[in-house]
């Protein structure tokens, strides 16, 4: 399924807006929709042109699956209440570590979080609303890197053959399929979301188990939710495409307090990017990087090596998994 694409310098953003807020009617009808925000900026900018097009005919959720980013369901959910969007947030993180326990092969691992997502949990959150419509905020960059094998994006379906209505039971609604992630931006500003939002870090639809290398287990992930909020911190003021910490799976020889430990690695990553197709690393200070190291080293318990990625995309891809 062929997409023709939309580049972000000849994006007309009102153009767009009023053309998807009158496909989303008219797909919907006078039914209910369902939002899937995971507070990203391509879900948020999703959630916010569908909020336009159908009001309280719109209902927003944030799966809390486990592997999200420190207390980000309940700040998403608060700057979505400022904008007289609700959101709902679901507890799901039996259902998504259950799914993904001893797994540790990277494709099978996307896969079990696609199927848990779509299968289970907004299968019953489409059956409990009766809505027939789920808004998604694939990006065309998603599938272009899902149909040429290099990762199965979770939110890919019919662009590579796959029926959402006979696989999972209900419809998706894609705005933003057409842009990459320079046009979604531009659409997130034009319709007035906080700069928070639509200027955000990317972040990964398979979350913090995209950064763990081998099995996302509860532990493992609470330590690179760790490392990733000190990453970051300490970047926050740092003009990149996306910045990352990365948890690997083997372990190597350290020592502390003048004894062996056979401890974690943690690699830290940092993009300079347009729309994600292309990345090379930034170059940051070496002050900037000994300070990242020191905290975590300090700060996540059992990691004894911290490294820095200097490959470039490709071969490199931005995520870890």
């Known amino acids: ?10 994006l007309k953003t009102k153009k767009f807006i009023d053309n998807q807020v009158n496909e989303i009617r008219k797909a919907v009808g006078k039914g209910i929709a369902i939002s899937a925000l995971s507070g990203g900026v ?4 999703v959630t916010a042109l569908a909020h336009r097009a159908l009001g309280r005919r719109l209902k927003t959720y944030f799966i809390d699956n486990g592997i999200m980013r420190k207390d980000e369901p309940k700040e998403v959910a608060a700057l979505f209440k400022k904008m007289g969007i609700p959101v709902t947030i ?14 540790t092969d990277p494709e099978q691992k996307r896969e079990a979080i696609t199927q848990t997502f779509y299968k289970k949990v907004f299968r019953d959150l489409i059956l409990k609303s009766k809505a027939t419509f789920l808004l998604q905020g694939t990006i065309l960059t998603d599938v272009e890197e899902t149909a040429a094998g290099i990762k199965r994006q979770h ?8 029926d959402p209505k006979k696989a999972f039971g209900y419809r998706i609604i894609e705005p933003l399929v057409q842009l990459r992630k320079d046009g ?25 188990a995209a950064r763990v290398i081998g099995e996302a287990t509860p532990r493992r992930i609470e330590l690179v939710r760790q490392a990733t909020s000190i990453v970051e911190k300490e970047l926050k003021g740092i003009k990149a495409f996306q910045y990352m910490a990365i948890m690997h799976e083997d372990r190597v020889t350290g020592m502390r307090k003048g004894r062996r430990d056979f401890g974690m690695q943690v690699e830290i990553r940092c993009w300079e990017s347009i729309d994600a197709r ?10 900037k990087l000994e300070k990242i190291a020191s905290r975590i080293l300090d ?16 071969p490199s891809t931005i995520e870890a998994v």
């Open 1 to 10: 399924m062929k997409v023709k694409e939309i580049k972000a310098k000849n």
């Open 278 to 287: 292309k990345a090379t690393p930034t170059r940051l200070p070496y002050v």
């Open 155 to 162: 939110n890919v379906f019919e662009q590579i053959g796959i």
């Open 42 to 45: 391509d879900s948020s900018v």
């Open 184 to 208: 979604v931006r531009k659409v997130g500003m034009a319709l007035g979301l906080p700069k928070s939002l639509f200027d955000r870090i990317p972040f990964p639809g398979p979350a913090l």
């Open 90 to 103: 679901i507890n799901a993180r039996k259902q998504f570590f259950g799914a993904m326990k001893g797994i």
């Open 299 to 314: 700060e996540v318990p059992g990691v004894v090596s911290v490294t820095y990625n200097i490959a470039t995309k490709p």
